[in-house]
T-cell receptor, first 115, second 111 residues
Framework: EAGVAQSPRYKIIEKRQSVAFWCNPI?????LYWYQQILGQGPKLLIQ????????DSQLPKDRFSAERLKGVDSTLKIQPAKLEDSAVYLC?????????????FGEGSRLTVL | DQQVKQNSPSLSVQEGRISILNCDYT??????FLWYKKYPAEGPTFLIS?????DKNEDGRFTVFLNKSAKHLSLHIVPSQPGDSAVYFC??????????FGTGTRLTIIP
């Protein structure tokens, strides 16, 4: 079974530039998550999708971050304009069950460095 | 506010001995707890979980203990093996809500 795919693995940009990350979840997983992991911290949920609807985006900085999940499968996370504090690993995860009791399967992450 | 805390950033254990990783939480509403393991340049992978109706769950070399009155859980690995060297995150949730992760503990197994 293929795992969660993410790209790009690494991205370096200057502040105020834009960046987009792509995620393809495990086939059949209705729930998709984007997490931000800053160095030395645990993953923090940015947004959760159930199929192509947003379940929780309470911690997404909506003035600069946006995410979409077209047709309930792939998802993209965009940052525009980027700030220095956005330097982090962006993890995509998917699960069969919604919420906190379903096992989350994570991708390898996309490491963003903002200079 | 940090609702899930892992106060030990790192831990070193001799191969073959027991590794004990600790996690404290502040939100008494949490009713489901999980441990994830993360190798460098990889995403976290699920290790073991426990519901608040239990106080212990075992899976092979891994056992998670939950002390609800102390709002504390621990992960025991015995015997510890070199492949166990990784960062371990505890996480918690309540109802059907999102997971809240701790800051992680880096475990190093010394051969």
């Amino acid at each position: 079974e293929a795992g969660v795919a993410q790209s790009p693995r690494y991205k370096i940009i200057e502040k105020r530039q834009s960046v987009a990350f792509w995620c393809n979840p495990i086939s059949g997983h209705a729930t998709l998550y984007w997490y931000q992991q800053i160095l030395g911290q645990g993953p923090k949920l940015l947004i959760q999708f159930q199929n192509n609807g947003v379940v929780d985006d309470s911690q997404l900085p909506k003035d600069r971050f946006s995410a979409e999940r077209l047709k309930g499968v792939d998802s993209t996370l965009k940052i525009q304009p980027a700030k220095l504090e956005d330097s982090a690993v962006y993890l995509c995860a998917s699960s069969l069950l919604a919420g906190g009791t379903g096992e989350l399967f994570f991708g390898e992450g996309s490491r963003l460095t903002v200079l | 506010d940090q609702q899930v805390k892992q106060n030990s950033p790192s831990l070193s254990v001799q191969e073959g001995r027991i590794s004990i990783l600790n996690c404290d939480y502040t939100n008494s509403m949490f009713d489901y707890f999980l441990w994830y393991k993360k190798y460098p340049a990889e995403g976290p992978t699920f290790l073991i979980s426990i519901s608040s109706i239990k106080d212990k769950n075992e899976d092979g070399r891994f056992t998670v203990f939950l002390n609800k009155s102390a709002k504390h859980l621990s992960l025991h690995i015995v015997p510890s093996q070199p492949g166990d060297s990784a960062v371990y995150f505890c996480a918690a949730s309540f109802g059907n809500e999102k997971l809240t992760f701790g800051t992680g503990t880096r475990l190093t197994i010394i051969p």
